[in-house]
T-cell receptor
Framework: AQSVTQLGSHVSVSEGALVLLRCNYSSSVPPYLFWYVQYPNQGLQLLLKYTSAATLVKGINGFEAEFKKSETSFHLTKPSAHMSDAAEYFCAVSFSGGYNKLIFGAGTRLAVHP | EAGVTQFPSHSVIEKGQTVTLRCDPISGHDNLYWYRRVMGKEIKFLLHFVKESKQDESGMPNNRFLAERTGGTYSTLKVQPAELEDSGVYFC????????????????FGAGSRLTVL
């Protein structure tokens, strides 16, 4: 069965520091992987997606994620955090033939302090 | 293009009452999904429509929940009677037909409907 694990429900970084949000997945078939972000009082917004093309995926707002099949990981990074990055981030997986049904991780709340 | 629209944004009801949530997907999106997040836990799948047909309703908690999608356009999710544990944020999402193309395999979410059952 497919599942997603996000390590760390809360992550705090200083402005300008590296952001690293961890995501590991379990899937018996080739997965599609996604990161969504939810800013305060807003809906879920797609940050980036992996759908079997390049393993390093660039998304919006300077975020990127690397698909590592051997580690079953899809960690999200950003070289330099900005105050506006404070939000909750969700990793999700779907798979071909699954009608795009998403399975989400529990979410990681990112705090950015001055 | 207009995004996925959900109404109401917030509903507060008492236990035992009925609430109906509405979702208007992106025009032309055959696939419509309902998800729910309860009290900071995972966002969990409830059900999936392809046009007006229920493709997968394996995530529906119980028979107090009824989802419809009239004519393959907007969808409603009714909770009757509501219980305390139904409180949470209900998200609707839509996607185009499964297949290739820039929008394939991507769900666009609405802002969610927050339900509070007292």
């Amino acid at each position: 069965a497919q599942s997603v694990t996000q390590l760390g429900s809360h992550v705090s970084v200083s402005e300008g520091a590296l952001v690293l949000l961890r995501c590991n997945y379990s899937s018996s078939v080739p997965p599609y992987l996604f990161w969504y972000v939810q800013y305060p009082n807003q809906g879920l917004q797609l940050l980036l997606k992996y759908t079997s093309a390049a393993t390093l995926v660039k998304g919006i707002n300077g975020f990127e994620a690397e698909f590592k099949k051997s580690e079953t990981s899809f960690h999200l990074t950003k070289p330099s955090a900005h105050m506006s990055d404070a939000a909750e981030y969700f990793c999700a997986v779907s798979f071909s033939g699954g009608y795009n049904k998403l399975i989400f991780g529990a979410g990681t709340r990112l705090a950015v302090h001055p | 293009e207009a995004g996925v629209t959900q109404f109401p944004s917030h509903s507060v009801i008492e236990k035992g009452q009925t609430v109906t949530l509405r979702c208007d997907p992106i025009s032309g999106h055959d696939n419509l999904y309902w998800y729910r997040r309860v009290m900071g836990k995972e966002i969990k799948f409830l059900l999936h429509f392809v046009k007006e047909s229920k493709q997968d309703e394996s995530g529906m908690p119980n028979n107090r929940f009824l989802a419809e999608r009239t004519g393959g356009t907007y969808s409603t999710l009714k909770v009757q009677p509501a219980e305390l544990e139904d409180s949470g944020v209900y998200f609707c999402a839509s996607s185009q037909r499964v297949g290739t193309g820039p929008g394939a395999n991507v769900l666009t979410f609405g802002a969610g409907s927050r339900l509070t059952v007292l």
